[in-house]
C-alpha cells in the first residue's frame, strides 16, 4: 500500500470561559493533547485560587 502525504496534526482551541461568562484563557493548538487539556485545567485552577 502507497502512503500518500501525512495528515496536518489536529489544531485544537478550548476556551476557558468563567461562569460569569468571561473568557479567562484561550489555548490554541498544543501539539500534545494532554499537555493541552493541562492549560486548560490550569487556568481553571488558577481562577479558582
Known amino acids: ?4 502525504i501525512a495528515p496536518a496534526p ?3 482551541a478550548t ?3 468563567a461562569r460569569e461568562g468571561t473568557v479567562l484563557e484561550v489555548v490554541r ?3 500534545r ?3 493541552h487539556a493541562d ?4 487556568a481553571l485552577h488558577d481562577h479558582r485560587a
Open 39 to 42: 492549560r486548560a485545567l490550569a
Open 10 to 12: 489536529t489544531e485544537r
Open 1 to 4: 500500500m502507497k502512503r500518500g
Open 29 to 31: 493548538s498544543e501539539p
Open 33 to 35: 493533547m494532554n499537555t
Open 15 to 17: 476556551l476557558v470561559i
